[in-house]
């Protein structure tokens, strides 16, 4: 069975990715996760505990807030 995998880009934080999912570095070895807990992923850089966030963005000031543009919204009247 098959689960969705969704990947959150989270307000000024990190990616937050729910479902089953595995974190490989660059030679294909698997990083530890805990199975059925949400995986954050360090968008900002800053994380000493690459590639998973530490929180360190909060400290960094890191901004980021990104919306998805939703088919129609466009079109949609306003007022
Ligand atoms: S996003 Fe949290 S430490 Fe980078």
Redesign the pocket.
């Known amino acids: 069975m098959t689960t969705e995998v969704v990947i959150t880009a989270t307000d000024d ?2 990616y937050r990715i729910s479902g089953d999912v595995v974190v490989l570095d660059a030679a294909g070895n698997a990083f530890p996760t805990v199975a059925g807990r949400d995986v ?1 992923l ?6 000493a505990n690459k590639p998973f ?5 909060g400290r960094e000031g ?1 901004s980021a807030v990104e919306r998805a543009v939703v088919a129609g919204d466009q079109a949609a009247p306003t007022g």
Do not use: L
């Open positions: 934080g990190s954050f360090c968008r900002c850089g800053h994380s966030c530490d929180g360190s963005h890191f």
